[in-house]
T-cell receptor, first 116, second 111 residues
Framework: NAGVTQTPKFQVLKTGQSMTLQCAQD?????MSWYRQDPGMGLRLIHY???????DQGEVPNGYNVSRSTTEDFPLRLLSAAPSQTSVYFC???????????????FGPGTRLTVL | GQSLEQPSEVTAVEGAIVQINCTYQ??????LSWYQQHDGGAPTFLSY????GLEETGRFSSFLSRSDSYGYLLLQELQMKDSASYFC????????????FGTGTRLLVSP
């Protein structure tokens, strides 16, 4: 099993360009989410999904779109890149069947994005 | 809203014990998690407390006191490989599955 995969690993964009960060998982997890990590800021939730066709906003959703057409994939779209979106982006998944007793989120390796 | 506070950095020597504290303010509370992240790597899950008390997993233990809105991660028999950043994260009542992360504590273990 590959777990959680993210592509690309590195990306450089110019201001105003658009792009899609890919996230895929083979663990059949219902819950998927996107975080961004900036120095000294910890991880901040951008968008999340509790199943195919269901998405919702996190703490910092502006400038990003998501969709969830399958259980496996949860792409993150940057509509018009800005230098403030320079960050490391992590995708994470979690199975919902475990209930409240466990809370393990599995993170992908990250995408390092620079916007010039 | 939700906010978490952790020390920014902790230093210790190999073989020692270190405690990383986390205090939180949330509009609701379901549980406190801890994640480890090495430089350049992804966060990995360490521990979860849904109820008050101590959870032990090998050299790592995590404690929660819901009445004090406080938890800590205890690392025993420190090894060089434990040098990493440690994040606490809260699952609050609003947004059942959403985690809010603290800003992280950087642990430096020296020989």
């Amino acid at each position: 099993n590959a777990g959680v995969t993210q592509t690309p690993k590195f990306q450089v964009l110019k201001t105003g360009q658009s792009m899609t960060l890919q996230c895929a998982q083979d663990m059949n997890h219902e819950y998927m989410s996107w975080y961004r990590q900036d120095p000294g800021m910890g991880l901040r939730l951008i968008h999340y999904s509790v199943g195919a066709g269901i998405t919702d906003q996190g703490e910092v959703p502006n400038g990003y779109n998501v969709s969830r057409s399958t259980t496996e994939d949860f792409p993150l779209r940057l509509l018009s890149a800005a230098p403030s979106q320079t960050s490391v982006y992590f995708c994470a998944t979690k199975g919902l069947a475990g209930g409240e007793g466990t809370d393990t989120q599995y993170f992908g390796p990250g995408t390092r994005l620079t916007v010039l | 809203g939700q906010s978490l506070e952790q020390p920014s950095e902790v230093t210790a020597v190999e073989g020692a014990i270190v405690q990383i504290n986390c205090t939180y303010q949330t509009s609701g509370f379901y549980g406190l998690s801890w994640y480890q992240q090495h430089d350049g790597g992804a966060p990995t899950f360490l521990s979860y407390n849904g109820l008050d008390g101590l959870e032990e997993t090998g050299r790592f233990s995590s404690f929660l006191s819901r009445s004090d809105s406080y938890g800590y991660l205890l690392l025993q028999e420190l090894q060089m490989k434990d040098s990493a950043s440690y994040f606490c994260a809260v699952k609050g009542r609003t947004g059942f599955q959403k985690l809010v992360f603290g800003t992280g504590t950087r642990l430096l273990v020296s020989p």
